[in-house]
């Protein structure tokens, strides 16, 4: 991934984003990424257009993080009710192609006061017409 040298960190380089909502620093880890785009059911039932769209969100997921908005700072696992662990969830909207997605941003919250990208997911906006 070409994008990896700028904003992922490493075991020997940290490399935080502030998420200007929350004032949250958030850390891309290269396990978040493979959570993202790993052999799990979700991702391989994916269409290949929301793939496509997927992978073109991770060119800008920093940014995504940065300018996110918060949509629950703090909320237990929802894959496991018994953990400790907690996470935040942020969304973002994104034009891809010209379709309109709201991405959600999952992060997860390390005891220790580390902030850890955990996986996103891109959902295509719904329009709504007021009149």
């Keep these: 991934m070409t994008k990896k040298e700028?904003?992922?960190s490493t075991e020997k380089q940290s490399k935080p984003i502030k998420n200007i909502d929350?004032?949250?620093?958030?850390?891309?880890?290269?396990?978040?990424?493979n959570e993202t785009f790993g052999n799990d059911k979700y991702y391989m039932n994916l269409s290949?257009?929301?793939k496509?769209?997927?992978i073109a969100s991770m060119s800008q997921l920093a940014k995504l993080i940065k300018y996110g908005k918060i949509r629950s700072k703090e909320a237990k696992n929802y894959h496991d009710k018994n953990s400790k662990i907690k996470y935040a969830y942020l969304i973002a909207p994104i034009t891809i192609d010209g379709v309109n997605y709201d991405v959600t941003i999952d992060i997860r919250k390390i005891t220790n006061g580390e902030n850890k990208f955990y996986i996103h997911a891109l959902l295509i906006k719904k329009e709504t017409n007021l009149s």
């Design 22 to 33: 929350t004032g949250m620093i958030i850390e891309v880890w290269k396990n978040g990424i």
């Design 48 to 50: 290949g257009e929301m």
């Design 52 to 54: 496509r769209a997927k």
């Design 6 to 8: 700028k904003y992922v």
